[in-house]
């Protein structure tokens, strides 16, 4: 099985709201990520866990807060998001190889097309 | 930060025609791959190239990669209908052990029947 499940597929939200995203994979995947992308643009990396801690912050703001309940799960939680926080969301999960110089295919999710009013 | 260019930006061909798509990087990299992304979905991840390669082949797709010029291509033949899609190159830093994709700004293929 080499899925990355997402949900929800679309999300409406409030600027005063709070929700979450949600990543799962059943792969044994010990990294997961959470990139932002907007409309014809590329991806961009926000969160990086690596066994279950929290390794890479792309410097994002904390109304963005990442969990990583276990090593399949992946959250993502949102709070008084700004309408230029609308973006399709994607989680991606990879071997997560900790040696320096190996290669590490990332597999990535449908993503999650959020809109925030 | 992006790092990779692509060109072109947007490519339209008919089916059976080979596509080539262009990458450029600014740093040292320890491989680039390449993905495509369908309609705004996820990433599919296409081909994988170390540093110390200079081609590499999976079944339509031929990508080269040029370290001392920092590129790489990817050329798909004999292209079909489903081939449309946005193609992204991305190359890796390592970073704390494990690998940081920076995506390049990609290029839209149409491939029309």
């Known amino acids: 099985d080499t899925e990355v499940t997402q949900t929800p597929k679309h999300l409406v939200m409030g600027m005063t709201n709070k929700k979450s995203l949600k990543c799962e994979q059943h792969?044994?995947?010990?990294?997961m990520y959470w990139y932002k992308q907007k409309a014809k643009k590329p991806p961009e990396l926000m969160f990086v866990?690596?066994?279950?801690?929290?390794?890479i912050n792309e410097s994002v703001p904390s109304r963005f807060s990442p969990e990583c309940p276990n090593s399949s799960l992946l959250n993502l939680h949102l709070h008084a998001l700004q309408p230029e926080d609308s973006a399709l969301y994607l989680c991606?999960?990879?071997?997560?190889?900790?040696?320096?110089?190996?290669?590490?295919?990332?597999?990535f999710g449908p993503g999650t097309r959020l809109t925030v009013l | 930060s992006q790092q990779g260019e692509e060109d072109p930006q947007a490519l339209s061909i008919q089916e059976g025609e080979n596509a080539t798509m262009n990458c450029s990087y600014k740093?040292?990299?320890?491989?680039l791959q390449w993905y495509r992304q369908n309609s705004g979905r996820g990433l599919v991840h296409l081909i994988l190239?170390?540093?110390?390669?200079r081609e590499k082949h999976s079944g339509r797709l031929r990508v080269t990669l040029d370290t001392s010029k920092k590129s790489s291509s990817l050329l798909i033949t004999a292209s079909r209908a489903a081939d449309t899609a946005s193609y992204f190159c991305?190359?890796?830093?390592?970073?704390?052990?494990?690998?940081?994709?920076?995506f390049g700004t990609g290029t839209r293929l149409l491939v029309s029947p």
């Open positions: 991606a999960s990879s071997q997560g190889s900790l040696v320096l110089g190996s290669t590490d295919t990332q597999y």
């Open positions: 792969m044994g995947h010990r990294a």
């Open positions: 866990y690596s066994y279950e801690k929290l390794s």
């Open positions: 740093t040292s990299i320890n491989n």
């Open positions: 190239i170390r540093s110390n390669e």
């Open positions: 991305a190359t890796v830093r390592m970073n704390t052990g494990f690998q940081k994709l920076v």
